[in-house]
């Protein structure tokens, strides 16, 4: 199934994906001749063909604003709704794809609040791709938990306009913004960040119409065209035990960055034409509560949103939607089949961050992805099932006109589930930078003399893998600091 899955696929970004379904099989009809006057009608499906999924890296952290960076996604969805776009006699669009779109949040906090958050978010979309700076201000005044515009959001879009920075600016300043800043990032542009242009000389750019929505924007309160779905459809779900050790407050940040591929906007894409009657759609308004959402569950929804003996994963067990509506539209979607980022950092012999360092990461039999590190040495990337390992090379930072030379590579592990606590240890300590061909308890011992002043009280060097060797192991390799090889302070210091 996943070769299928990966032949549909039109784009993996550092933040989405694109892709098109797998073609369901027409359903077969029986017609047979009457001479009386009854008739059946045959009433095709719901079914999306297509989706798009912006990931939770194209928002600030907890918020409902949109991020510059994801220009690249929406340049992706245009190629996609151009593609199935019916054009007329002369060529012209007649009709496409009609579009609805679902905010995602992860299986952390309340329901009520993660609804209102997904579907803000879904919201912003939506408000984004037809110019309805309406929606944006509404988003910027009625503020939900961090989910504040002001000030860091209004900064953003001022810096990424080149416009001068101004706190609280008037609501017809607002809107102007709003408007330059959805035109900016809907602006399609080429491989080397120049803006497409029409035979005109004028920037191409995605802007949709409420009409081009399921419900084609006859309700006000979006209900068919844009909704929330809350925590209820989580793509992963943590085992017990990874879920009581991410309770602890210390581990919220590994918790975050775990749960990250939970947070997501999906858009599905139905037969261009198609319109269905707001008053019908199952799914509540994004403003709405949960009620409506919990009347479509499967009769086994408390099980499937418990934490479970084992981690889960949709595209393995397909029992972490909680919603039935939702796992008829989705099931059949690369864009939920387990499409998760990953983070490494790259570092130097002397285990020092390398900030803008060329690399070159091979995934399976995909097409290397090659590309510049962060300026904290950070790499972020994006496959449609996580790999157990990649093999990556990278380098220092060239100089002016020459070739990247990557002097560095590893085969790094990225998962460690369900090892013994010994091969868990060998595969950090290997990403790491010690060896897995070495013995364990070399590579313990050299740890420990690294890293043991970090543990309270501070480890021997002693080669055991004790419980706090192998606590400290976990939070070196999820730290990911600037220097991996801080030296402990001296007693002569001060």
Known sequence: MADKLEANIRKISGGGIVAEHVPLPRPEAAVAPTIAKDHNTIKTALVPFACWRANDMRFEFESSFVLPEIQEEVGALKELIDRHTLTDSQGQPKHRPALTVFGHADPTGSDDFNKMLSGRRAQA??????????????????????????????????????????????????????????????????????PVVDGK???????????????????????????????????????????????????????DKENASNRRVVIFLFRPGVRINAGAWPCPRAKEGVAACKKRFWSDAAKRRSFQEKRREFRDTRDTFACRFYHRLSSNSPCERGLVSFEIRLYDLMGRAIGQAPFELKVGLRKPIRGTASDDGSVIAQDLELPNRVLIDWGFPPEKDQKPDLVFNLDMFLTHENLTKEDEARQKLHNLGYPRTNRLSSNVEAFQSDHGHLANPPLSANGQLDDRTLELIRSVHQSCEDDLRNNPPTESGP
């Not at 924007?217 to 035990?241: A, R, V, W």
């Open 125 to 194: 979309i939506y408000g984004m791709l037809i110019r309805k700076v309406e929606l944006w201000e509404d988003l910027y005044s009625n503020p939900l938990g961090n989910d504040k515009w002001e000030p860091k959001a209004i900064r953003i879009m001022q810096t990424t306009l080149g416009q001068p920075i101004s706190e609280k600016p008037s609501a017809s300043t607002r809107k102007t913004l709003f408007r330059a800043y959805m035109d900016h990032v809907c602006t399609i542009r080429d491989e080397t960040g120049a």
């Open 201 to 255: 000389g004028l920037p191409v750019q995605l802007e949709l119409k409420s009409t081009d929505f399921l419900a084609s924007g006859g309700d006000s309160g979006g209900k068919g065209d844009f909704q929330g779905c809350s925590e209820f459809n989580p793509i992963l779900m943590f085992s017990q035990q990874e879920n009581a050790r991410f309770s602890d407050p210390k581990n919220k940040s590994e918790r």
